[in-house]
């Protein structure tokens, strides 16, 4: 059974960094392809980043590097950290296993004044 449990949001200001985890359960993580998503209030869920296996990652272009993707195999754990937030980063983050249809309860990060 696969299983993704996202956690570590919040509310911050703008500029703070925040780091997000995502347990993962169910499935070889190391083998994995990786993503973290997200829905912003009044949008479609979108894609934020991916992890490759190799270790090699890509973002949206609208993060502008402020965000980066890791794991840490030995806890089963993806992780998300966000650098300097701004207030449209606020939203609701997933992580996601790419071949597969389940998605986790999402963690919710507000950053405003």
């Known amino acids: 059974q696969v299983q993704l449990a996202e956690s570590g949001g919040g509310l911050v200001q703008p500029g703070a960094s925040l780091t997000l985890s995502c347990a993962v359960s169910?499935?070889?993580?190391?083998?994995?392809?990786m993503t973290w998503h997200r829905q912003i209030p009044g949008q479609a869920r979108e894609w934020v980043a991916t992890?490759?296996?190799?270790?090699?990652?890509i973002y949206t272009a609208s993060l502008q590097g402020r965000f980066t993707v890791s794991r840490d195999e030995a806890k089963n754990t993806l992780y998300l950290q966000m650098n300097n937030l701004k207030t449209e980063d606020t939203a609701v983050y997933y992580c996601?296993?790419?071949?597969?249809?389940?998605w986790g309860q999402g963690t919710l990060v507000i950053v405003s004044l």
């Open positions: 996601h296993r790419t071949k597969s249809p389940t």
């Open positions: 169910g499935f070889p993580f190391s083998d994995e392809i």
């Open positions: 992890l490759w296996p190799g270790g090699a990652t």
